[in-house]
């Protein structure tokens, strides 16, 4: 069972203005932690924001933030005042806990939502 | 500075001849991943490594090993690539719960 999702392969957005991603997460585990990335046309990944499962708040970070609805089961990534820059691949991505010592799992990936911003 | 090198970022191999694929970090993190990711898919976990301890994905072909011999290093074998593991593979370290950091990646092509 695909336990990321992704449901926007594509997004376009216009410069300046805010664009939301969706991400919706199927877990069992009580503990888990969930991650956006964004990975441009180089192919690095690089680290956006983090939600933990029992935050109370959503995560922002300068001009990411988590709209995080934990009995939905969904992380949608913010992203405000888009700029030309921002055009990439993200993804989301969710660790849980698995009970390595109760702190480490697999670290897996939704498929990617490709945003494209215009000038 | 990088914090996670992978070496080296273009790599041309043969049908079936072995390659190894090289991830240092100075991070001192205590898991280490390595990631198959192919063009406009989703990166796959392959393997994970949590201190020494070794945990193989359950669809990870018998084709790719690993090897971690301290901390720093972990390794990417691939034993007889086929024309399917053309990838970029991409390796990430991380300290428990924290975000993972990623490597610039490996790009593989076999001809």
């Given at each position: 069972a695909q336990k990321i999702t992704q449901t926007q392969p594509g997004m376009f957005v216009q410069e300046k203005e805010a664009v939301t991603l969706d991400c919706t997460y199927d877990t069992s585990d009580p503990s888990y932690g969930l991650f956006w990335y964004k990975q441009p046309s180089s192919g690095e990944m690089i680290f956006l924001i983090y939600q933990g499962s029992y935050d109370q708040q959503n995560a922002t970070e300068g001009r990411y933030s988590l709209n995080f609805q934990k009995a939905r089961k969904s992380a949608n990534l913010v992203i405000s005042?888009?700029?030309?820059?921002?055009?990439a691949m993200y993804f989301c991505a969710m660790r849980e806990s698995?009970?390595?010592?109760?702190s480490q799992g697999n670290l897996i990936f939704g498929k990617g939502t490709k945003l494209s911003v215009k000038p | 500075d990088a914090m996670v090198i992978q070496n080296p970022r273009y790599q041309v191999t043969q049908f079936g001849k072995p390659v190894t694929l090289s991830c240092s970090q100075?991070?001192?993190?205590n898991v280490m991943y390595w990631y198959q990711q192919k063009s406009s898919q989703a990166p796959k976990l392959l393997f994970h490594y949590y201190d020494k301890d070794f945990n193989n994905e359950a669809?990870?072909?018998?084709n790719f090993q690993s090897r971690r011999p301290n901390t720093s290093f972990c390794f990417l074998d691939i034993r007889s690539p086929g024309l399917g593991d053309a990838a970029m593979y991409l390796c990430a370290t991380s300290f428990l719960r924290t975000e993972a950091f990623f490597g610039q990646g490996t790009r593989l092509t076999v001809v």
């Open positions: 005042a888009s700029q030309l820059g921002d055009s698995r009970g390595y010592g109760g | 100075t991070l001192n993190h669809d990870t072909p018998d």
